[in-house]
Nanobody
Framework: QVTLVESGAGLVQPGGSLRLSCVASGPNFDFFAMGWFRQAPGKEREFVAGITRRGFSTSYAEPVKGRFTISRDDAKNTVNLQMSSLKPEDTAVYYC?????????????????WGPGTQVTVSS
């Protein structure tokens, strides 16, 4: 069993930056591929970024490519999402997810564990 908890919620102006973190409790964190998803009001949950087991590879949704960076620190059981050049359309609840596989999936249904989410609001 893995428990995920996100942090880093905030209100930021367009063009600003924010860093989200997700801490996992439970064994074998380095066994999991990790993903960040987001859900805006009235919309479906969507893939944002993912990182494979051991951090060998990353992938990003097209709208965030070049602006967001995902990273992991297996010694600290942590996965981070550095967000820059934020836009109002990035406003959403952001979720951390873990998948007991090597590869990242862009399908939310392929993840085994989820955090409760953290709110990101981009507004002037």
């Amino acid at each position: 069993q893995v428990t995920l908890v996100e942090s880093g919620a905030g209100l930021v102006q367009p063009g600003g930056s924010l860093r989200l973190s997700c801490v996992a409790s439970g064994p074998n964190f380095d066994f999991f591929a990790m993903g960040w998803f987001r859900q805006a009001p009235g919309k479906e949950r969507e893939f944002v970024a993912g990182i494979t087991r051991r951090g060998f590879s990353t992938s990003y949704a097209e709208p965030v490519k070049g602006r967001f960076t995902i990273s992991r620190d297996d010694a600290k059981n942590t996965v981070n999402l550095q967000m820059s050049s934020l836009k109002p359309e990035d406003t959403a609840v952001y979720y951390c997810a873990a998948r007991a596989q090597y590869y990242v999936s862009r399908n939310a249904g392929d993840y085994d564990y989820w955090g409760p989410g953290t709110q990101v609001t981009v507004s002037s």
